[in-house]
């Protein structure tokens, strides 16, 4: 069965330094999306993004994150200057449809540890 | 924003027993979905419901989406160690359907 796959699982960094998180959504899959978790938190929206362009982000998803689709599989995740704050797990999803019903599809998370 | 408030926060339970966990809000939604997340996973779609009074079975879950549309509920029977994890409701938000979480039942089910 098809699945959405994150990497790394886990990444650690020291604040101020930047990280891309990457994403490799389902192949036919054309809404992608960005959650993050903080923990012990609900699971929040970031930022959506559908044919090529940011279709709606969150108040979390300020001027430090920035999202991009460089080649016709990943889907990436950058925060430019990470906080303590940053800290979290950060899902990734894909969804093949418009259909509101549609699945969304998570991966598994890459835990984000900044010291 | 739309605030899903889930109950109760926390669960813990003998194997074999009942429970029902809710989610509510004031806001009236087209469809809700529940999802369980396990530890170190994203989170897994278990059942969408669209239809006011709406029930739905997956196994020993059943799943209610309130009359109103503006709550819902999950009821295991028979409860086993493999139901535990975090159980989530969420609505997809009208355009690009991103999902709004609640805040999540964290079951736990003792053998």
């Known amino acids: 069965e098809p699945e959405v796959t994150q990497t790394p699982s886990h990444q650690v960094t020291q604040m101020g330094q930047e990280v891309i998180l990457r994403c490799v959504p389902i192949?036919?899959?054309?809404?992608f999306y960005w959650y993050r978790q903080i923990l012990g938190q609900k699971v929040e929206f970031l930022v959506s993004?559908?044919?090529?362009?940011?279709?709606?982000k969150s108040e979390i998803f300020d001027d430090q994150f920035s999202v991009e689709r460089p080649d016709g599989s990943n889907f990436t995740l950058k925060i430019r200057s990470t906080k303590l704050e940053d800290s979290a797990m950060y899902f990734c999803a894909s969804r093949s449809s418009g259909n509101p019903t549609d699945t969304q599809y998570f991966g598994p998370g890459t835990r984000l540890t900044v010291l | 924003t739309q605030l899903l408030e889930q109950s109760p926060q926390f669960l813990s339970i003998q194997e074999g027993e009942n429970l029902t966990v809710y989610c509510n809000s004031s806001?009236?939604?087209?469809?809700l979905q529940w999802y369980r997340q396990e530890p170190g996973e994203g989170p897994v779609l278990l059942v969408t419901v669209v239809t006011g009074g709406e029930v739905k079975k997956l196994k020993r879950l059943t799943f209610q989406f309130g009359d109103a549309r503006k709550d819902s509920s999950l009821h295991i029977t028979a409860a086993q160690p493999g139901d535990t994890g975090l159980y989530l409701c969420a609505v997809p938000n009208f355009g690009n359907e991103k999902l709004t979480f609640g805040t999540g039942t964290r079951l736990t089910i003792i053998p």
């Open positions: 806001s009236v939604f087209s469809s």
């Open positions: 192949s036919n899959h054309l809404y």
């Open positions: 993004f559908y044919n090529n362009e940011i279709s709606e």
